[in-house]
Structure formats: C-alpha cells, structure tokens
C-alpha cells in the first residue's frame, strides 16, 4: 500500500513562492509517475504537475497555466516529491495532492495514489 503525504502548505502573499513536499511511504523508484494535483474551491480537481521515474526535472509535464512558474521534482533516494511554486497568484488557492501511479499516462488522468493534501491560500 503505498501512502502520500504531503506537506509544506500554507498562506502567502500574491507574487510569493512556496515549496510543497511529498513523503512515499515506499520507494518511489517503482512509481513512474508522481506528480500533482489541485483543487480550488467549488472547482473540480486538475492536474499541475507530473514527472517520470527518470526525475530530471525538465522531463516533466506542467499545466499551461503553471509553466515557467511551478518546477517539480523528485528524490528517488530520499522517496519525495516537490513543487516549488513561484510568482503564485490568488486563483491558485486550493488543496494541493500529491499523486502518482505506477503507469506515467494513467498519473495525468485517473492516478491509483493520492495524498490527503495540503491547503494552499494566496492572498491578493
């Protein structure tokens, strides 16, 4: 059973950066896929993020409205994931969920494993 849990949420100012993390209760070498989710209030829930086992950073995927702002990446040693968020903007408040899948296709659309989440506020 493989457990996420995020971290690293919080409150900050419109323009501000955050770092969020992800702790694997296993090694993540086997989960091709990880990467990120949000969901803004009484919207549904969209893709951000996502990363292949091969963790160089500029072998990711990003939403359109993330790219140039937002860089993920992972450490198979240490079994985390993160995502530095810069230039944040106040639409982007939400929950942020850490996911991942052992099949990389399946992370951008239906993923088998899902933290709890973080709250994230951007204030204008």
């Known amino acids: 059973q493989v457990q996420l849990v995020e971290s690293g949420g919080g409150l900050v100012q419109a323009g501000g950066s955050l770092r969020l993390s992800c702790a694997a209760s296993?090694?993540?070498?086997?989960?091709?896929?990880m990467g990120w989710y949000r969901q803004a209030p009484g919207k549904q829930r969209e893709f951000v993020a996502g990363?292949?086992?091969?963790?160089?950073?500029?072998?990711?995927d990003y939403a359109d409205s993330v790219n140039g702002r937002f860089t993920i990446s992972r450490d198979k040693h240490k079994n985390m994931l993160y995502l530095q968020m810069n230039s944040m903007e106040p639409e982007e408040t939400g929950v942020y969920y850490c996911?991942?899948?052992?099949?990389?296709?399946?992370?951008?659309?239906?993923?088998?494993?899902w933290g709890k989440g973080t709250q994230v506020s951007v204030s204008s």
């Open positions: 296993v090694s993540i070498f086997g989960i091709d896929g």
């Open positions: 996911a991942g899948d052992t099949i990389y296709r399946r992370l951008v659309s239906s993923p088998n494993y």
């Open positions: 990363i292949t086992r091969g963790g160089i950073s500029n072998y990711a």
